[in-house]
């Protein structure tokens, strides 16, 4: 991108001297095209501003831009929820565009032990046990059963759910992509009986989830809580963290989903 800046600039110099001599004289039709595309075209400016603005507003936090992204070790490049759309002059899997898979040069050993590096560090960093991605969540006890939604509650079935883990610095939204709802606190309060249900994805403090690791299990947390399953009536509570087999759940990849 930037090194197509000076020949554009060299464009827009030859546009605007071809524009002014013909206003001088007489607008051709083509000409008058011209003008009508450049004045559509740069409305985008004003609608991409509108919808930063639009999150602004709902989420109380600027949207991401490149110039944020660290690393893709967090992120699942399939993800459309608004706090991790890749958007801004990236390619999201490059390896699959023309021009890395037919021109540019295969990564050598060392540059890709350096984004190995880069990414574990940040994960590290801010304690993210998992990328972001595609999982099928399972209780520790009974793995046949899997996490899921019947629209208005968290429901555990046999049938095999995918979830999306959508990550970002430390916290995880759980998003269930049969009907775009997430995982989610009633007004961000638990109550004495540990209710949790799921809500459209909004990217609110009350979607955030903390994965907790055990022994290759995780607890799925929120502030002092974690999600606690009971298999002999199959219900799911939020309850005080205990580390207990009932708070443990298996995230296991499914790789085959696509959007």
């Not at 011209?34 to 501003?49: H, M, P």
């Not at 560090?121 to 969540?137: A, D, E, H, I, Q």
Request: aromatic share 12%; with cysteine; hydrophobic share 40%.
């Amino acid at each position: 991108m930037r090194a197509s800046i000076p020949s554009l600039f060299v464009i827009m110099v030859f546009v605007i001297k071809k524009l002014c001599k013909e206003w001088e004289e007489r607008l051709s039709v083509l000409t008058t095209v011209l003008i009508a595309a450049i004045t559509i075209s740069s409305l985008s400016v004003f609608s991409d501003w509108g919808e930063a603005l639009r999150q602004f507003a709902v989420t109380k936090t600027f949207p991401i831009t490149a110039d944020n992204l660290v690393t893709f070790c967090d992120k699942n490049p399939n993800d459309r929820s608004e706090d991790t759309t890749l958007v801004n002059f990236v390619s999201e899997l490059p390896e699959d565009t023309f021009f890395y898979r037919y021109m540019a040069r295969k990564k050598k050993e060392n540059a890709v032990a350096k984004d190995l590096f880069v990414s574990t560090s940040f994960r590290k960093k801010w304690n993210m046990p998992l990328s972001g991605g595609y999982y099928v969540v399972s209780p520790k006890n009974e793995q046949r059963e899997c996490l899921s939604t019947d629209g208005e509650k968290i429901i555990l079935n046999d049938v095999s759910n995918t979830v999306m883990l959508s990550a970002m610095k430390g916290e995880y939204q759980i998003v269930f992509k049969m009907n775009n709802t997430a995982l989610d606190v009633p007004s961000g309060i638990v109550d004495e009986d540990g209710n949790i249900g799921v809500w459209e994805v909004n990217n609110t403090h009350v979607q955030k989830w903390r994965l907790e690791e055990q022994d290759g299990y995780f607890m799925i947390c929120y502030q002092e809580y974690a999600l606690t399953y009971d298999l002999k009536d199959n219900s799911l509570k939020l309850k005080l963290k205990t580390g207990k087999d009932n708070q443990l759940w298996l995230f296991q990849q499914d790789k085959t989903v696509h959007q």
